[in-house]
C-alpha cells in the first residue's frame, strides 16, 4: 500500500493512494471530435472538445510515468444495433443517426474509424478499453470487475462530454463506492455554461458525488508520489 497523497482540489483536498487510484478516460472518439461525426451529426461544434486533447495528453503521460493504469472508454454499438435501444436510436432529430454511413463509417458502431479512439490519445498496447453501450462506463460493462482486479478506489476522471458521459460515469462510480476527482481542463463539453455548471453540481454539497481539481494539480501530486506497491483487492458494493 503506498502513502497516501493531497490534490488541492473542490470542495475539498482529494485524498488518494496512488496504487489503488486510476485515470479513466471517457468516450475520447473519432465520432465526437473530428468534424463529420456522430457528435456533429448532432448539431454540435466539435472544437469546443478539441480543447480537452493536449491538457488531457499530458495527463496521460504523468499517469504513466506513475505507473497508473489508464483505462479507456468508447461509447458505441453493436453492427446490428442489438445493443441500442430505440429510446436512444430514434431520439431527436439529427441530420444522421446512430449505424448511418458517416464520414467515418457507421456512426458510432464499433469497429469502425469512426469509433476509434482519436489518434493523440491512442492507447497503449495492454491498456484497457472498455466499450460500453450507454452514457454510464459501468453500465452493461466489465468495468466493475477490471477496477476490482486492479484493486482501485480512486478514480481520476477524464474525457467527454462533461454533462453526459463523464457526469453519468461518476454518478454511477460515486453509488459504487469509487472516490472520484474530475479533472476540468481535462473534460469537455460542446456548451461552455454546461461544462461550468457541470462541473459546479459535481463538488456542491460538499462534493455531492465528488472533487474538481485541473490538470497541474494532478500532475505535480503523481510527480511527488511515491513509487506504487499494490494494494490487495478492492471490492466494489
Ligand atoms: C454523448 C458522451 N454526449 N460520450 N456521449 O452522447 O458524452
Known amino acids: 500500500m503506498t502513502a497516501v497523497q493531497h490534490i488541492p482540489a473542490q470542495p475539498t483536498e482529494f485524498s488518494f493512494g496512488p496504487g489503488t487510484t486510476a485515470l479513466v478516460v471517457i468516450d475520447m472518439q473519432r465520432d465526437f471530435l473530428l468534424p463529420g461525426g456522430f457528435g456533429e451529426s448532432l448539431g454540435n461544434d466539435v472544437a469546443q472538445l478539441r480543447k480537452v486533447i493536449e491538457p488531457l495528453a499530458h495527463l496521460m503521460a504523468a499517469a504513466r510515468a506513475a505507473g497508473l493504469p489508464v483505462i479507456h472508454t468508447r461509447e458505441g454499438h453493436l453492427p446490428d444495433l442489438s445493443d441500442c435501444p430505440p429510446a436512444k436510436l430514434l431520439r431527436g432529430s439529427p441530420s444522421q443517426r446512430i449505424g448511418d454511413p458517416g464520414k467515418y463509417g457507421r456512426l458510432l458502431v464499433r469497429g469502425e474509424y469512426g469509433h476509434g479512439i482519436i489518434d493523440e490519445l491512442t492507447p497503449l498496447p495492454g491498456e484497457v478499453v472498455i466499450d460500453k453501450p450507454g452514457k454510464g462506463a459501468f453500465y452493461a460493462t466489465e468495468l466493475a470487475q477490471v477496477l476490482a482486479q486492479k484493486s482501485i478506489a480512486s478514480l481520476l476522471v477524464t474525457g467527454v462530454t462533461t454533462e453526459v458521459c463523464v457526469h453519468t460515469t461518476v454518478r454511477e462510480a460515486n453509488?459504487?463506492?469509487?472516490?472520484?476527482?474530475?479533472?476540468?481542463?481535462?473534460?469537455?463539453?460542446?456548451?461552455?455554461?454546461?461544462?461550468?455548471?457541470?462541473?459546479?453540481?459535481?463538488?456542491?454539497?460538499?462534493?455531492?458525488?465528488?472533487?474538481?481539481?485541473?490538470?497541474?494539480?494532478?500532475?505535480?501530486?503523481?510527480?511527488?508520489?511515491?513509487?506504487?506497491?499494490?494494494?490487495?483487492?478492492?471490492?466494489?458494493?
Open 175 to 237: 453509488d459504487r463506492g469509487y472516490e472520484c476527482l474530475v479533472v476540468s481542463d481535462c473534460v469537455g463539453s460542446y456548451f461552455a455554461e454546461f461544462q461550468r455548471v457541470g462541473l459546479e453540481m459535481i463538488a456542491a454539497q460538499g462534493g455531492i458525488f465528488g472533487w474538481v481539481t485541473d490538470s497541474p494539480a494532478v500532475i505535480d501530486a503523481l510527480a511527488a508520489a511515491p513509487p506504487i506497491t499494490r494494494a490487495p483487492a478492492h471490492t466494489p458494493v
